[in-house]
Nanobody, 125 residues
Framework: QVQLVESGGGLVQAGGSLRLSCAAS????????LGWFRQAPGKEREFVAA????????SYADSVKGRSTISRDNAKNTVYLQMNSLKPEDAAIYYC??????????????????WGQGTQVTVSS
């Protein structure tokens, strides 16, 4: 079992920044991949970013590439998503997810076994 708790969401003006955090507990954190996904009202959940077990390999959706950075601190059992130059279309509930079956990331939500409760990001124009 893995428990994931996101934090750091909130209201920000367009062009602003937020850093989301996701604290994990349960299985050995450094052994599995992690991802961030988001879901806006009326839309399907979509991939945002993912990171492998060591943090040395990452992947981003085209919509956030160049504006966002995923990182992890294995000593703190925490994964982060730094988002810059936020746009109104970035507004969504952001979810952290763990793929405990693999040390290497996937861009597919189907690969992830555990999910956090989500944190709301609102971007005003």
């Amino acid at each position: 079992q893995v428990q994931l708790v996101e934090s750091g969401g909130g209201l920000v003006q367009a062009g602003g920044s937020l850093r989301l955090s996701c604290a994990a507990s349960g299985r050995t954190f450094r052994r599995y991949a992690l991802g961030w996904f988001r879901q806006a009202p009326g839309k399907e959940r979509e991939f945002v970013a993912a990171i492998n077990w060591s943090g040395r390999s990452t992947s981003y959706a085209d919509s956030v590439k160049g504006r966002s950075t995923i990182s992890r601190d294995n000593a703190k059992n925490t994964v982060y998503l730094q988002m810059n130059s936020l746009k109104p279309e970035d507004a969504a509930i952001y979810y952290c997810a763990a793929d405990v079956q693999s040390a290497y990331y996937s861009n597919s939500a189907l690969s992830y076994d555990y999910w956090g409760q989500g944190t709301q990001v609102t971007v005003s124009s």
